[in-house]
């Protein structure tokens, strides 16, 4: 059976989401960060960088919670998650996958990184005015994608959602205000998804002393 490796509030619950989403069996194992098992020899020798999520199979060791949504989909097509290999709509749907990791989410964890995960020594205050401008910029240019459908893709629901609604999420849990209609209605769309709500329950029952803020 498929192991993740994850933590609340954490990107493994995008793999949690994708895996309820195509109704795989999947065992959660918890890493408390807050208690320093991502940098224990005993899960650093899965995932040398310490964090989560982690995914295994078999003999294959997944990092990366993209690439690991995305394997999700190409094992289960009949879920939808991920359109086919080599046609027009994966190669849409890459885009946009793309577009999260490189243009919506940085400005976010730039934010983050900056306000306590590095050490303070190495945090600039100063930058994260110029990181929540960035960030909206992008949100602006993702708000002109919707008006032909309930998804980024349109009718279909995908892995670039999961992606896409997690990082929003983030967002307005910082309190950073989505200014676009549209997004706010896509938010929410994908808030009230089952398999959302299945994903936060399973990582919370995990360790129910943290909470889910997503």
Not at 14 to 41: F, I, K, Q
């Amino acid at each position: 059976m498929i192991k993740v490796y994850g933590w609340p509030n954490t990107r493994s619950l995008r793999v949690v989401w994708a895996l309820e989403e195509a109704g795989a069996g999947y065992e959660y194992v918890p890493v408390n960060l807050m208690r320093g098992e991502g940098r224990r020899p005993s899960y650093l020798s899965i995932n040398p960088g310490g964090k989560v999520p982690t995914l295994m199979d078999g003999d294959l060791v997944l990092t990366e919670s993209a690439a690991i949504c995305c394997y999700v989909g190409d094992m289960h097509p009949a879920s939808g998650l991920t359109p086919a290999c080599g046609t027009r709509e994966r190669a849409l749907h890459d885009r946009w996958c793309y577009f999260v990791l490189s243009e919506l989410e940085q400005p976010l964890w730039t934010m983050v990184k900056h306000r306590f995960a590095l050490p303070e020594k190495r945090r600039v205050p100063a930058i994260l005015d110029t990181a929540q401008w960035e960030f909206t910029v992008a949100a602006k240019a993702l708000s002109a994608r919707f008006g032909n459908g309930p998804f980024v893709l349109g009718e279909t629901f995908t892995v670039a959602d999961i992606l896409i609604g997690h990082t929003l999420a983030w967002a307005q849990a910082w309190n950073i205000s989505l200014e676009q209609e549209p997004l706010l209605e896509y938010s929410e769309r994908l808030r009230q998804r089952p398999a959302l709500v299945r994903a936060q329950e399973r990582e919370k029952a995990a360790n129910k002393e943290a909470p889910i803020n997503v």
